[in-house]
């Protein structure tokens, strides 16, 4: 490590360059990224994270360490401790610009903490908080200007990617296979990405984010996530390996992956475009305003999903408010455009959930050409954050609570009296050409609306009558549909249509 980042350095003092890595393994702590300097990871390159300190000792491997985490500021309660320290990594970046990190090369985490203290994929667990325990691989914050493409990451710690504060990023044919998060795109701007494999059982995929972190609120916005394959059901490493071997169903495992946006959400998001993902043996995609932001102008398009683990979709907007209490305000969930998505396969417990609180409506949301096929009623269903099973309850009897200021997880809410979707505290709702098809019967509803006004449905499909449940619903249509005849409503309250 010292005679890498020597060279960095050196390069750097000369104007810039490019370091290439040829064939070989190179046991690496920290390397420092700086300005003007790229990293070519050559074929047959590994990249490994020594291992970090165990409980009670100082060093790690050959008696050497990762760099020590910045000290907790007085903004560290408002995140995990991952998302504001960013120098204990593998790869860190802070104040720099016009730099990447290129190649077919291999980073292997193995000696990274992914923050937990469980055993994940047969390897030993560090404690990230620990001095000179690596936590993740690459850290990058207050960056401008910054490449990295073509090379994989296996077990990658707690983000593959955090990048905090940058600007012009770009995450291009990246193949991950990681024990928790993949990309973590946090108070970001002008941000691509693009045509990358990220299998995440643990955690997220690739989430957008605008945290705290940085000690004040700052939007991630003009963010394209596009052309991108995200699972969560193949096994640490299989990806890499070419087994893709699947976790049983009953293994212990959350099957994350997923592209979300949330949940850490202070400075808002904008202008997000979500196209052309394959999304399989998963969680869906997730809207979620909880601390205040904003979350507006958000297109998802031509996407495809295959196994979904909870549900299609989940928008959510409430008032956990994880943010100093000068900052907290009323956050907005509004202009968002879904269209030509296909969902096969899906988990039905628990239907697609639109909702806001009482107090704040989720406003402006049309879907368009949309097929949502799923496995009907079941008998056993997913709990908790989807890494138990346990019985399915009478339909009749569920009551969705509101969980107003709890963390926004779908599954959180409980099996849904729907099988479609769960859409309550909206306004201005709009489908068209949507079809809601289970496998297997399913005598619930296919929509269930609460606290909605001004609601259309236009050319929409479902299986049987009695398809909208309708709870304090004003300004209702539904035509030209198999789903229902064709209705009007200008207030309806415990009413099936």
Same mark, same amino acid.
């Given at each position: 490590?010292?005679?890498?980042?020597?060279?960095?350095?050196?390069?750097?003092?000369?104007?810039?360059?490019?370091?290439?890595?040829?064939?070989?393994?190179?046991?690496?702590?920290?390397?420092?990224?700086?300005?003007?300097?790229?990293?070519?990871?050559?074929?047959?390159?590994?990249?490994?994270?020594?291992?970090?300190?165990?409980?009670?000792?100082?060093?790690?491997?050959?008696?050497?360490?990762?760099?020590?985490?910045?000290?907790?500021?007085?903004?560290?309660?408002?995140?995990?401790?991952?998302?504001?320290?960013?120098?204990?990594?593998?790869?860190?970046?802070?104040?720099?610009?016009?730099?990447?990190?290129?190649?077919?090369?291999?980073?292997?985490?193995?000696?990274?903490?992914?923050?937990?203290?469980?055993?994940?994929?047969?390897?030993?667990?560090?404690?990230?908080?620990?001095?000179?325990?690596?936590?993740?691989?690459?850290?990058?914050?207050?960056?401008?200007?910054?490449?990295?493409?073509?090379?994989?990451?296996?077990?990658?710690?707690?983000?593959?990617?955090?990048?905090?504060?940058?600007?012009?990023?770009?995450?291009?044919?990246?193949?991950?296979?990681?024990?928790?998060?993949?990309?973590?795109?946090?108070?970001?701007?002008?941000?691509?990405?693009?045509?990358?494999?990220?299998?995440?059982?643990?955690?997220?995929?690739?989430?957008?984010?605008?945290?705290?972190?940085?000690?004040?609120?700052?939007?991630?916005?003009?963010?394209?996530?596009?052309?991108?394959?995200?699972?969560?059901?193949?096994?640490?490493?299989?990806?890499?390996?070419?087994?893709?071997?699947?976790?049983?169903?009953?293994?212990?495992?959350? $099957?994350?992956? #997923?592209?979300?946006?949330? *949940?850490?959400?202070? +400075?808002?998001? @904008?202008?997000?475009? !979500?196209?052309?993902? /394959?999304?399989?043996?998963?969680?869906?995609?997730?809207?979620?305003?909880?601390?205040?932001?904003?979350?507006?102008?958000?297109?998802?398009?031509?996407?495809?999903?295959?196994?979904?683990?909870?549900?299609?979709?989940?928008?959510?907007?409430? $008032?956990?408010? #994880?943010?100093?209490?000068? *900052?907290?305000?009323? +956050?907005?969930? @509004?202009?968002?455009? !879904?269209?030509?998505? /296909?969902?096969?396969?899906?988990?039905?417990?628990?239907?697609?959930?639109?909702?806001?609180?009482?107090?704040?409506?989720?406003?402006?949301?049309?879907?368009?050409?949309?097929?949502?096929?799923?496995?009907?009623?079941?008998?056993?269903?997913?709990?908790?954050?989807?890494?138990?099973?346990?019985?399915?309850?009478?339909?009749?009897?569920?009551?969705?609570?509101?969980?107003?200021?709890?963390?926004?997880?779908?599954?959180?809410?409980?099996?849904?009296?729907?099988?479609?979707?769960?859409?309550?505290?909206?306004?201005?709702?709009?489908?068209?050409?949507?079809?809601?098809?289970?496998?297997?019967?399913?005598?619930?509803?296919?929509?269930?609306?609460?606290?909605?006004?001004?609601?259309?449905?236009?050319?929409?499909?479902?299986?049987?009558?009695?398809?909208?449940?309708?709870?304090?619903?004003?300004?209702?249509?539904?035509?030209?549909?198999?789903?229902?005849?064709?209705?009007?409503?200008?207030?309806?309250?415990?009413?099936?249509?």
């Amino acid at each position: 490590t010292p005679a890498i980042n020597q060279a960095i350095e050196t390069m750097a003092a000369a104007g810039g360059g490019t370091l290439v890595f040829p064939a070989g393994t190179y046991m690496c702590f920290t390397i420092r990224l700086k300005s003007e300097v790229d990293l070519y990871l050559s074929r047959g390159c590994k990249i490994q994270a020594a291992d970090s300190p165990r409980r009670s000792e100082t060093t790690g491997y050959q008696g050497g360490a990762y760099d020590a985490a910045e000290p907790n500021g007085p903004w560290t309660p408002y995140q995990d401790f991952g998302h504001d320290h960013w120098r204990n990594s593998l790869f860190y970046a802070e104040n720099e610009h016009d730099f990447g990190v290129f190649g077919p090369g291999l980073i292997f985490g193995k000696g990274l903490s992914h923050g937990l203290n469980d055993v994940r994929g047969g390897y030993k667990a560090f404690v990230a908080e620990q001095p000179g325990v690596g936590n993740k691989t690459f850290a990058l914050k207050n960056c401008r200007n910054v490449i990295l493409r073509d090379f994989s990451v296996l077990k990658g710690g707690h983000f593959a990617v955090l990048a905090t504060g940058v600007d012009n990023l770009t995450l291009d044919n990246l193949l991950v296979d990681t024990d928790r998060d993949g990309f973590d795109i946090d108070c970001c701007r002008n941000v691509r990405v693009s045509n990358c494999t990220v299998n995440t059982p643990w955690d997220d995929a690739i989430c957008p984010k605008s945290s705290y972190a940085l000690g004040y609120p700052r939007p991630t916005e003009n963010v394209t996530i596009a052309n991108n394959y995200v699972s969560g059901y193949y096994e640490l490493g299989s990806v890499i390996a070419g087994t893709w071997k699947k976790y049983p169903e009953e293994a212990p495992v959350t $099957r994350n992956g #997923r592209i979300k946006c949330g *949940t850490e959400s202070n +400075g808002g998001f @904008r202008n997000i475009t !979500i196209t052309g993902n /394959v999304i399989e043996g998963c969680k869906g995609i997730a809207l979620e305003s909880s601390d205040g932001a904003f979350l507006e102008d958000i297109v998802i398009t031509g996407n495809t999903m295959r196994h979904i683990v909870d549900a299609p979709l989940f928008l959510r907007l409430n $008032r956990r408010n #994880r943010n100093p209490k000068e *900052t907290v305000r009323a +956050g907005t969930l @509004r202009r968002v455009l !879904i269209s030509n998505l /296909v969902s096969y396969d899906a988990a039905s417990s628990t239907a697609s959930i639109f909702a806001g609180i009482a107090s704040n409506l989720i406003e402006d949301v049309k879907l368009s050409n949309c097929y949502f096929g799923h496995r009907g009623l079941p008998k056993m269903m997913r709990v908790n954050w989807g890494e138990t099973m346990q019985p399915m309850p009478d339909w009749h009897t569920i009551r969705v609570p509101e969980k107003e200021d709890a963390y926004p997880e779908l599954l959180q809410f409980g099996p849904t009296p729907s099988h479609g979707f769960f859409l309550r505290h909206l306004r201005n709702l709009e489908m068209s050409h949507v079809e809601v098809a289970p496998t297997n019967p399913d005598p619930r509803p296919a929509f269930w609306l609460e606290d909605v006004h001004r609601a259309d449905f236009l050319a929409v499909t479902a299986p049987g009558k009695g398809n909208f449940s309708l709870h304090q619903v004003t300004d209702f249509r539904v035509g030209w549909s198999r789903a229902a005849e064709d209705t009007r409503r200008l207030t309806a309250n415990d009413e099936v249509v």
